[in-house]
């Protein structure tokens, strides 16, 4: 990609990205670009089995050396451009980020940023909870606003074998109160995966109900070419929230944003809210505003993609602000992703011959 030495608003103009002024910048589908997802590590000390599988993560795998990351500085560039561009929400993410040494330190650069409305972001994290026990004060008094742990299982035995690395659950419970206690906003992520641990649905509810904690139940995803995903492994979310609301009667409620990946439903009896995110079988890409930038740099416009644009290269390479500014509104200005929408139009080899990054290198 060649930087045009044009001004920003002559460089989105040519690229056609409609630009409004407090919204930011619009794609082919008039999608506002409100997110922005960091992966700060390919390194997860997890081997989540749809996501991380050991057999291609083993020991020999080849992850990016520490001069392929982008620098705190970089990141911070890139999401000042991101945020010149409308971005509202930053999240970071992994691999596992909180093996990323000085992560606080990163949360405090961009916490110091602000919106085109003048606002701090907001920033969220994407954690296995691993670290949280120790973290949460830490990331809280850095500018975190919330975290997600993601949490498959209650059963220690079903748990160590999902995260295929014996790490007990007791751990991360142990984070997710460290988080409460630290004042974090706390949700959680399950993915379910039929004949692994569907079974859990039930427990996983019951013991967050009443928790304020929001649970939010994943359908299983063809991310990445490693997981060895097939959709009869898919459980519905329309089947999730059945199971649920046939022991604990649920009802509807309203996004509390647009763009918001999850459909909410809660509890008639007034003990909280669950979610789903149902990319298999009720996509959400119409609304999507989700950008993901990768540990070295590249900017994927959806979680699906094949290849992304080498931000780093700018970057390293002399790049003013306002041509970064202005090269995202550029890339996302021609977006026009909707993966999930025609993911049940492609034949199984059309979807296999499709390249697609992995989840534990973009993270989710
Ligand atoms: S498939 Fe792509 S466009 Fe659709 S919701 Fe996911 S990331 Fe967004």
């Known amino acids: 990609m060649t930087i045009a030495p044009e001004s920003h608003s002559a460089g989105a103009a040519r690229a056609g990205a409609r630009r409004l002024p ?10 506002p670009l409100h997110d922005l997802r960091i992966s700060v590590t390919d390194r997860c000390n997890f081997r989540c089995v749809y996501c991380m599988p050991r057999e291609v993560f083993g020991r020999d795998y080849a992850f990016l050396e520490r001069h392929e990351l982008l620098t705190f500085e970089e990141i911070e560039r890139i999401s000042r451009a991101a945020l010149a ?20 330190d990163l949360v405090a650069r961009l916490a110091a ?36 742990v993601s949490i498959d299982s209650l059963d220690d035995a079903l748990f160590r074998r999902m995260n295929d690395v014996q790490f007990p659950v007791r751990r991360v419970l142990a984070g997710i109160d460290a ?54 492994e898919v459980v519905p979310s329309a089947e999730i929230v059945a199971q649920i609301h046939a022991r604990f009667p649920l009802e509807p409620l309203a996004p509390t944003a647009p763009g918001e990946t999850a459909k909410r439903w809660r509890y ?51 790049a003013t602000d306002a041509e970064l500014t202005a090269t995202l509104a550029d890339i996302w200005g021609v977006r026009d992703d909707r993966y999930s929408e025609i993911r049940s139009s492609l034949t199984p080899e059309l979807r296999a011959d499709r390249a697609r990054i992995e989840m534990s290198y973009i993270g989710g």
């Open 268 to 318: 008639v009896d007034g003990s909280g809210e669950i979610g789903v995110i149902s990319s298999v079988t009720n996509a959400f890409c119409g609304s999507c505003s989700r950008a993901r930038l990768s540990t070295e740099g590249r900017l994927f416009t959806c979680l699906f993609a094949s290849e992304g644009h080498d931000l780093r290269a700018l970057v390293r390479g002399g």
């Open 113 to 148: 940023l602000r919106t085109l409305d003048g606002d701090k972001p907001e920033i969220a994290l994407t954690t296995n909870g691993s670290a949280l026990a120790v973290k949460a004060e830490a990331l809280k008094a850095a500018g975190v606003d919330r975290v997600t």
């Open 85 to 104: 561009n409308g971005v509202r929400k930053l999240r970071l993410t992994g691999g596992e980020p909180l093996l990323r040494r000085g992560v606080e």
């Open 22 to 31: 407090s919204t930011g910048v619009l794609d082919a589908r008039r999608r």
């Open 179 to 232: 988080a409460r206690d630290a004042g974090l906003p706390v949700k959680l992520n399950t993915v379910v995966k039929r004949g692994l641990n569907d079974g859990e649905i039930l427990s996983l509810a019951e013991h967050f109900r009443g928790t304020g904690h929001v649970l939010r139940f994943i359908e299983y995803m063809d991310v990445g070419a490693t997981n060895g995903w097939s959709l009869d």
